[in-house]
């Protein structure tokens, strides 16, 4: 079972990954927690070109940069770990990038989804999670975990930015009301906690 969280900047996706890992972990389930960019060490070299701060990307070398970091990870790390029928929790996967070039950098949503899915092959998840939370909120949670170095280049971005990757994350929802469940982040961790782990719990049942 493949599951991805997704949300802007300190919305808390790490936080609500890391609680489920511990609750299917505790139930006996073999789980794989990744990140992207990251989680190869091709993947993790391209992390760290995309979020320094040294140079600026245009956004059509962004949206092939996330996908060439995502491609490694599909086919070495992703794919490998579903035949071994683990769980693999992925903070953040291809949404991101719709969100966040398509409508955020506002590139051609179509060339977007195409390049997406060339990463991808077109394996998804079954189930993800949108953290929706208000940029204010989100930045006022960044700012109490002081980060070295200050923000990164993708949080660098600035409010209409981050305004626009959220309605995109809402549009992307809509279109797929049974995959994407868009959860309500500006509450107590454990009260979201608890929704996440009854929708996963749903989905396991099923398998
Ligand atoms: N429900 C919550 N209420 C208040 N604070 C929270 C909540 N969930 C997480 N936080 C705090 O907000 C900050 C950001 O959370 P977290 O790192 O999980 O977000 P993220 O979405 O993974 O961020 P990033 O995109 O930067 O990786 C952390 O300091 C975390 O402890
Ligand atoms: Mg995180």
Known sequence: MFISFEGIDGSGKSTQLTLLREVLEDRGLRTLTVREPGATVLSE???SILLSNKQSITSTAE???FNAARAQ???RVIVPALERREIVL???YSDSTT???GYGRQLDLGEVRTCNNIATR??????TFFIDVPYEA???RMSFHTTSGGPDRMERSGPEFFDRVRAGYLEIAAAEPHRFHVIDGVRDRDVIHADIVAVVTAALSTL
């Open 63 to 65: 949206l092939l940069l």
């Open 73 to 75: 990870l599909v086919e």
């Open 138 to 140: 989100a930045q006022q």
């Open 122 to 127: 077109g394996i998804m998840p079954r189930v």
């Open 90 to 92: 992925c903070d953040r």
């Open 99 to 101: 969100a966040y070039q």
């Open 45 to 47: 070299e391209i992390r």
